[in-house]
């Protein structure tokens, strides 16, 4: 086919602009379309957060990189007995055996299935549809998970789990754990679920350091590392800065958008239901239009 001339397309242009301009002139104006709300879509709050865990190969590169980090500062750890990653660990702790603690769920172990399961079910948080997802075993391994802990086994540090799971789930949890390759003892003793009635960490990681130096923390969650933190969005900045020189050196954080004890801060218990939570956070919104 011929290819036209590019003078000739443009003047065909600029002849075709003008009868327009024309046609323009000669019609009365349409007055302007009336503004049109866009609709509200359907959505679910943990949308995002989801698929982000689910599909983004940032999500991936940043857990990788917490256990990158944190293969680095094992290294110092290991050289350096006066080492722990427990600011109340005392005593003649350098000689005792190294380990390293971890949280499960979103540390080691992904639960975003079960998180999508909300979404499909509309639902928010639901123990009784965790607690069937858990005993299924089916979480797969948060990425660069069980190198660093091959690695563990490999210099002789002890792989120690403190889970929030309760005691319930205890069998299923192990399983899950050992079937994914991750280096815990097989009776049970190196995952230390939550027992009845204590919502937090601090007598774990207590009992912990009655047998092990710990060298690492590694979580999800401010409650991972510190004391119980259902306080308000403040108050958890100023928890954590008070531990300023730990963080990167030696508590390591993984990602988790889903939930967490973050979330708990912006809807109080008091909130009386799910629309009351959800005003809440609204409110929290810090937008540039927004009038303070
Ligand atoms: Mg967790």
Redesign the pocket.
Known sequence: MKKRDPWSRRLACVAAAFLLAACASSTPQAPPPAAVEPPRHETHELLEAVLWTQTAVEHDLLCRQAFALAAERLERALKDPKWTALPDQTGDYGKLPPAVVF?????IIDNSEYEAELIAEDKTHDSALFEEWARKARAKAIPGALEFTRLLKEKGVETIVLTNRGEVLHAATLRNLLELGFPLRADGSTLLARPKDVPDKVSRRALVAKSYRVLLLL???LG?FTAPVDASVEERRKLAATHHDYWGWKWIVLP?PMYGSWERALTPSSAKDEGERLRLKYEKLKSFRKER
Do not use: K, M, V
């Not at 949280?103 to 540390?107: L, P, R, S, V, Y």
């Open positions: 949280d499960a769920d979103e540390t979580g999800d969650d991972d988790n």
